[in-house]
């Protein structure tokens, strides 16, 4: 029989609800999984066996009571950029590395509320920045394929934990591709929602017009049971918005016939591995075959997507991380009397050198006489590029684009060049220019190593989305290889 630890959520939910397992069994099972395993992955920063088994037992007894939700008894690793009351949320970063919140996210509140079994914290880029998860202050975590290899970035102990078996499920969170990419990266699903219909309360500040939380799994429908739980308005976050409770699952299984699939040229990009390309072209042929129309399309203004990010990106970054001054919480430099020595060291400290390159260049896009020319020109170019989107929408479904143009790279590859590792979100950071949601699925493998293709859709078209990976889900089933670990 197949080991509990790698079931799917409506798996494990049917063998919880039938009785034939307990949650707490399905936790050990992922306990024992992480022992064996975690030595070599390291996706984790804390694991908490304790409150697993505990979250656990109280699953088991709202099992036994009849009173279960799909997420109940269920073991979901969580990213360490989350709150989580009385855990350690350390962002990967030495600022925060003793920091223990007293709230959770509202996130986890819901996952928590659903009976859900928190295994611990997701290892990750230091403040979500990062594509390779080699920016964590503690260590990098492996790629399962190929343990010299990254998982992608930022969310990569998400990633790594799903593809490696260790958990059911992860919740990542995705500011310009840190859900998708390594998803992509490790051969899984992950999705970034909509800019607005997850609530981003307790999710430590990155850059907030841009950051989404999103789940990360080993099927599409695993993902959709996860954002019927966290999906929906939230009073605490004023950017979250008010509409209907759906059922993300309930067009899981329809025919795709006549869905109209755009093919963006610019997605296809310089750089972009022929292993990669290859993968893509045959999954674009799968789609087609499937019953979907397939149009060229074209969204001129994506050359300046990746420029127009990394001004708005860093200089929100550097807004939001002026809170780390030593004084009210985190890391606190001791050695001074003098208030400007003290708030230097600890930022000097505190700070990893990705971090302080994003904070520098924030900080200067932001300044008098460079405002106009980096900070304004780039809201310019946001709206051209939402334009875009806004304009192919009329003719088309979704797009269909690679999620990486390259598959996971050895650790210290790119570490030392921070264009080369900025060029790798090409294909994902639009999407969270444009505030749109994006779905990455495994679609084949080049030299091994993981492919995924990414659907974007118009705002709130996650139900498109979910249909139409989840057909191309069932009809070739690259979701169910695994690493041999
Ligand atoms: N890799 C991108 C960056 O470094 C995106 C990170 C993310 O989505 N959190 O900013």
Request: aromatic share 8%; charged share 20%.
């Amino acid at each position: 029989m197949e080991k509990l630890n790698w079931l799917s959520i409506q798996e494990a939910h049917d063998q919880l609800t039938s009785k034939q397992i307990s949650s707490v069994e399905l936790t050990q099972a992922c306990l024992d999984r992480i022992n064996a395993v975690e030595d070599e992955v390291q996706s984790f920063l804390t694991i908490t066996p304790e409150i697993a088994l505990s979250q656990a037992a109280h699953a088991d007894r709202l099992l036994a009571a009849g009173d279960s939700l799909p997420l109940t008894g269920i073991p979901v690793q969580i990213k360490d950029v989350l709150c989580t009351e009385g855990v350690p949320t350390t962002c990967a970063s030495r600022m925060l590395e003793n920091f223990i919140p007293v709230y959770n996210a509202t996130v986890v509140e819901k996952l928590s509320n659903q009976g859900a079994v928190m295994l611990g914290k997701g290892n990750m880029d230091e403040f979500a920045m990062g594509s390779s998860c080699e920016n964590s202050a503690f260590h990098p975590t492996r790629n399962p394929w190929d343990l010299e290899r990254v998982p992608g970035g930022s969310s990569g102990g998400a990633a790594a934990s799903v593809a490696s078996g260790e958990t059911i499920f992860s919740l990542g969170s995705d500011t310009g591709g840190s859900v998708r990419q390594p998803a992509s990266l490790c051969g899984v699903v992950g999705l970034k929602p909509t800019y607005g219909l997850v609530s981003r309360y307790g999710l430590v500040a990155f850059a907030s017009s841009l950051d989404q939380v999103g789940p990360v799994g080993r099927s599409v429908k695993d993902c959709a049971f996860v954002l019927n739980a966290i999906a929906g308005h939230d009073a605490k976050d004023a950017t979250s918005v008010v509409r209907e409770q759906k059922d993300y699952t309930s067009n899981l299984g329809q025919e795709i016939n006549g869905l109209k699939l755009g093919i963006p040229e610019e997605y296809f990009v310089d750089g972009m591995e022929s292993g990669v390309r290859q993968v893509i072209d045959e999954a674009i042929a799968k789609l087609e075959e499937l019953g979907a129309s397939i149009h060229p399309v074209s969204l001129p203004t994506t050359r300046y997507a990746l420029a127009c990010y990394y001004i708005i990106a860093p200089s929100e970054c550097s807004a939001n991380l002026a809170r780390y001054d030593g004084v009210k919480y985190g890391y606190s430099y001791q050695g001074t009397n003098d208030l400007w020595e003290a708030l230097e060291k600890t930022r000097e400290f505190g700070f990893g050198p990705e971090v302080t390159r994003r904070v520098m260049l924030g900080t200067y896009a932001l300044s008098t006489g460079y405002y106009d020319a980096y900070y304004l020109k780039a809201q310019q170019a946001r709206t051209l590029i939402r334009q875009d989107f806004d304009q192919v929408f009329r003719e088309v479904d979704a797009l269909i684009t690679p999620t990486s143009p390259v598959t996971a790279f050895k650790i210290g590859e790119k570490v030392g060049d921070p264009v080369q590792m900025y060029l790798i979100d090409a294909c994902t950071l639009p999407v969270n220019i444009a505030g749109l949601p994006g779905l990455s699925i495994p679609c084949g493998f080049s030299d091994g190593l993981p492919v995924g293709m990414q659907f974007i859709g118009p705002h709130f078209s996650e139900e498109t989305l979910l249909k139409a990976a989840h057909a191309y889900e069932i009809a070739t089933d690259w979701n169910k290889s695994r690493p041999t670990l």
